[in-house]
């Protein structure tokens, strides 16, 4: 009996689309992250691994897309093989099924480390750019998540004894951005 392919697409944020990733391949399981891909602990990610088994092939658009750092990616494409499963990169062209082949070792790890890099470098000229607009007076933030009003009842929640983590769902924000506002509130507060 020959395995399942498997999918695995990831976005950074609920607002991105995986449409375009997996485009045109057949599945026969797709797991689907919409979390930041620098660290490994995502929940699809750990459902997916546990799911795949000996003959499986877990099908990734890119390498990037499965992690974002080389240590990550090494230890993910290596435990899925142990188990006997194949990993293949569709953008890249490479497939990995943990026979010894020094020449795959070498290209996971040198594209591994070409996409961590490409992401310092994107994250570099971000931190730039917000550095020159907010020097030109053209940077004042992200835009509010709530309006006064809704801080207020948010606030009386909490007051109140709402878990943090329900009350953040219940705004439709995340713990972070609740974690902001306590803060926002707290420095108004001792001034």
Excluded: W
């Excluded at 546990?50 to 499986?56: E, I, M, N, S, V």
């Excluded at 992690?67 to 499963?85: F, H, M, P, Q, W």
């Excluded at 890099?117 to 020097?135: H, P």
């Amino acid at each position: 009996m020959s395995g399942q392919m498997i999918g695995y697409r990831r976005v950074s944020t609920v607002e991105q689309n995986t449409a375009r990733q997996l485009d045109g391949q057949t599945c026969d399981e797709i797991f689907e992250d919409k979390a930041s891909g620098k660290d490994a602990g995502r929940p699809e990610l750990r459902r997916m691994m546990q799911h795949a088994r000996k003959g499986d092939v877990v099908l990734v658009h890119s390498m990037d897309r499965l992690a974002r750092n080389v240590d990550d990616l090494r230890k993910i494409v290596s435990e899925l093989n142990t188990k006997g499963v194949e990993v293949r990169f569709l953008k890249e062209a490479l497939s990995f099924t943990g026979q010894q082949n020094p020449m795959s070792e070498m290209m996971l790890s040198i594209l591994g480390a070409v996409a961590q890099f490409e992401r310092s470098m994107i994250l570099e000229r971000q931190r730039e750019g917000v550095a020159i607009a907010k020097a030109a007076g053209k940077y004042r933030g992200g835009v509010a998540k709530l309006k006064s009003e809704q801080v207020e009842k948010l606030k009386a929640l909490l007051a109140g004894g709402m878990p943090k983590a329900r009350a953040a769902r219940e705004f439709g924000i995340t713990r972070q951005t609740l974690y902001s506002y306590i803060a926002v509130e707290r420095a108004t507060k001792a001034n």
